[in-house]
C-alpha cells in the first residue's frame, strides 16, 4: 500500500512540477533581468496571436478522424463550461459593485489555462490517449471559453449609447480572437479531410503531405507554445497582493481552483457511476486539464484590450497559479488513487 502511495505522489509530480519549474524559471529570469518588460510584452502578444492559435490548429487538425471522437464526453464538457459560467457569473455579480471587475471575476472561474498549461497537464497524467482526448476537447472547449470570455467582459463594460449591453462588439471580439480562429481553421480542415474520405475513398489533398513545409513551420510553433507561455507568464509574476482588490482575489481564486473542478469533475464522477457517462483513464486526465488549471494567461491581456481591470486580471493569473499548483496536485493524486487516473 505504502508503494502504491508512493508511485501515486511520483506520477503527479512528474505530471505538474515540470510546468511549475518552467514558471518559476521566468520568474528567476525576470529578477535577474534577463527578461525585460518589453520582451514579456511581446512574448504575450506572440503566444496569444501566433503561437496558440498554431498550435490549437495542429491538435485539431491531427485528430486522426471524426468517428473517434466521443461526443458524450465532448457535450458533457460544453454543458458544464456553461453551468460553471452561469454559477461565475452570480458569484462576480455578488461579489464586486465595480462593472470592470465583474466580467473579470468570472472569466478567472469559468476560464482554465486549458491550452497551455492543460493540454501538457493532461498528457502527462494519461500520455498519448488522454493527450487525444484532451485534443478533441480543445475543438469544443477553446471556443467556448473564448466565446463566454468574450461575453463576459462585454456583458459589463460594452454599452450603447442607450446604456444596453452592444451585441455588436460581442460578436465582432468574438470573430477577431485568434484562438477561436485558429480553432475555427482545425475543424474545417478536419472536416475537408473527412469529405474527401466520404466522396473518394481516401485523402486525396493534405496539409502534412502537400504543404509539407507550410505544416512544419506550423508544427515549430506549436512545439515552442508552452516553453514559452510558461517562460512569459512567471516573468510576469508580481506577488503584491493589492489590499483594495483583496476580496475579489480570494473570492475568484477559491473559485477557480476549488469550485470549478468540483463541478466539472465531480459531475463527471457522479454521470459515470449512474451509467450515463462513460469516463475512463484517458478522459480524467482531460477533465482535470480542463477544470482544474489556472485561469488562462491570455486573460489578463484580453481583460486589457476590453476596457475591464487588468490589475486585478493579472493578479488572478498569478494566484490561481500559485494555488493550482497545490490543488491540482491534490486532484490527480485523489484521482490516482480512486483508480481513476492509471498510476
Request: charged share 10%; with cysteine.
Amino acid at each position: 500500500m505504502e508503494a502504491l502511495w508512493l508511485q501515486i505522489l511520483y506520477t503527479a509530480l512528474n505530471a505538474v512540477l515540470p510546468i511549475i519549474l518552467m514558471i518559476a524559471l521566468g520568474y528567476f529570469l525576470r529578477q535577474k533581468g534577463i527578461l525585460g518588460q518589453e520582451f514579456l510584452k511581446t512574448g504575450n502578444k506572440l503566444v496569444f496571436q501566433l503561437c496558440l492559435p498554431s498550435m490549437l490548429f495542429v491538435n485539431i487538425y491531427q485528430i486522426p478522424s471524426l468517428a473517434q471522437i466521443r461526443w458524450d464526453i465532448v457535450v458533457y464538457a460544453g454543458v458544464a463550461l456553461c453551468v460553471i459560467f452561469a454559477v461565475a457569473t452570480a458569484i462576480a455579480l455578488a461579489t464586486t459593485r465595480v462593472p470592470e471587475r465583474r466580467g473579470v471575476i468570472a472569466q478567472c472561474i469559468f476560464r482554465s489555462n486549458y491550452a497551455i498549461i492543460g493540454m501538457p497537464l493532461a498528457a502527462a497524467l494519461g500520455g498519448q490517449e488522454a493527450e487525444a482526448v484532451a485534443a478533441v476537447l480543445s475543438a469544443v472547449a477553446v471556443p467556448i471559453l473564448n466565446v463566454l470570455a468574450v461575453i463576459s467582459l462585454s456583458m459589463h463594460v460594452h454599452q450603447d449609447n442607450s446604456g444596453k449591453t452592444s451585441v455588436k462588439h460581442i460578436l465582432l471580439d468574438i470573430v477577431k480572437n485568434p484562438l477561436i480562429q485558429g480553432v475555427a481553421a482545425g475543424i474545417v480542415c478536419l472536416i475537408l479531410r473527412w469529405l474527401q474520405v466520404r466522396l473518394w475513398g481516401e485523402v486525396v489533398f493534405s496539409l502534412s503531405i502537400h504543404t509539407k513545409p507550410l505544416f512544419t513551420v506550423l508544427e515549430y510553433l506549436k512545439g515552442v507554445t508552452t516553453p514559452l507561455a510558461l517562460i512569459v507568464l512567471g516573468g510576469q509574476f508580481v506577488f503584491s497582493a493589492v489590499k483594495e482588490l483583496r476580496k475579489e482575489i480570494i473570492v475568484a481564486t477559491l473559485s477557480r481552483v476549488l469550485l470549478a473542478p468540483m463541478i466539472g469533475i465531480g459531475g463527471a464522477f457522479v454521470l459515470s457511476r449512474l451509467g450515463w457517462l462513460h469516463c475512463g483513464t484517458a478522459q480524467y486526465p482531460a477533465l482535470v486539464a480542463l477544470f482544474a488549471s489556472p485561469v488562462s494567461v491570455s486573460s489578463a491581456i484580453m481583460a486589457s484590450q476590453m476596457r475591464n481591470d487588468e490589475q486585478l486580471a493579472t493578479q488572478l493569473v498569478v494566484w490561481t497559479t500559485v494555488a493550482s499548483g497545490i490543488t491540482v496536485f491534490l486532484i490527480s493524486c485523489g484521482l490516482m488513487a480512486a483508480g481513476l487516473i492509471a498510476v
